[in-house]
C-alpha cells in the first residue's frame, strides 16, 4: 500500500491492536521530479513568450512576474489536490476496515482488501492469507467516524507547492542577471533543458528502466518547447 495508507500497529493473539493511525505521506522521488519538471514546462512557455529582439527591462520584469504567478498558482492547485488525493485514499481505507469488520459479505471484504493492494502483490495473495488480512483487520478496534488531516499531510502539501514555485528560479535567473535579453534567454533555456534531462534520468533509474532513455526523452520535449518558441519568436 501507498504512504498516505492507514498503518496498524501488530497484532497479538491475546492482546487487543491498537486504532490504526494515518501514516504521514511521503512524496516519492518521481513525485518530486515530476513536481519540478511541470513547474520547468510552465517557466519555459513564459520564458519562451518573450522577444528577444524588442525586449527590454519592462517586457523582462513581466515575463518573470507572470512565469512566477502561474508557478505559484499552479503549486497552490497541486498542493490542493495532494491534499484531496490523501483524503480520497483514508476514506477508501476506512471504508475497507469497515467491512472487513462487519459479518454481512466477508468476500466482499476480501475483495476490497486485494483491491487496495498494488496489483502486482494481489495477484500473489491467495483467498486463505487475504481471510487472514480480513480477520486480523476485524480485531482492531472500532475506526474513527470521520478522516482528517494531520500536520504532516499539511507539510507534504508546503512540499509539493515548493517544488512547483522553486523549479522557476533558476531558470529566470539569468534574466536578473544578465542584461542581454538573448543572452540570458539562451541561458535561462539551456538550465532549463539540463534540469529536465536530469529529471527524466531520475524517473528512469527510480523505474528500473533505461535511466538515459528517460532523460533525452524528457530532453526532447523541452527542445521541441523551446524550438516552437524560438520559431514562433521568441
Known amino acids: 500500500m501507498s504512504s498516505t495508507e ?124 487475504l481471510e487472514t488480512l480480513r480477520a486480523r483487520l476485524a480485531r482492531l478496534p472500532e475506526p474513527p467516524a470521520r478522516i482528517g488531516l494531520t500536520s504532516g499531510d499539511v507539510r507534504a502539501a508546503a512540499g509539493v507547492f515548493l517544488m512547483v514555485f522553486l523549479a522557476t528560479l533558476p531558470v529566470a535567473l539569468p534574466f536578473l542577471f544578465v542584461h542581454q535579453a538573448h543572452v540570458a534567454l539562451r541561458v535561462s533555456n539551456g538550465i532549463a533543458l539540463l534540469m529536465l534531462f536530469v529529471g527524466g534520468y531520475i524517473i528512469g533509474r527510480h523505474g528500473m528502466r533505461h535511466p538515459w532513455g528517460s532523460g533525452l526523452v524528457t530532453l526532447g520535449v523541452g527542445v521541441l518547447l523551446v524550438w516552437a518558441t524560438i520559431a514562433l519568436g521568441g
Do not use: H, Y
Open 6 to 129: 492507514l498503518k496498524t500497529a501488530p497484532i497479538s493473539s491475546g492482546a487487543p491492536a491498537d486504532l490504526p493511525v494515518p501514516a504521514a505521506p511521503a512524496l516519492s522521488p518521481v513525485d518530486r521530479v515530476s513536481g519540478v519538471i511541470f513547474g520547468l514546462i510552465m517557466a519555459l512557455t513564459f520564458t519562451g513568450s518573450l522577444s528577444v529582439a524588442t525586449a527590454d527591462r519592462a517586457e523582462v520584469r513581466s515575463m518573470l512576474i507572470g512565469a512566477l504567478g502561474c508557478n505559484i498558482a499552479w503549486g497552490l492547485v497541486d498542493a490542493v489536490m495532494f491534499l484531496l488525493g490523501i483524503l480520497a485514499e483514508r476514506g477508501r481505507n476506512l471504508a475497507v476496515l469497515k467491512e472487513a469488520r462487519g459479518p454481512r459479505d466477508w468476500g466482499r471484504a476480501r475483495q476490497l482488501i486485494a483491491e487496495s493492494m498494488p496489483p502486482l502483490l494481489a495477484t500473489m495473495m491467495q483467498p486463505a492469507e
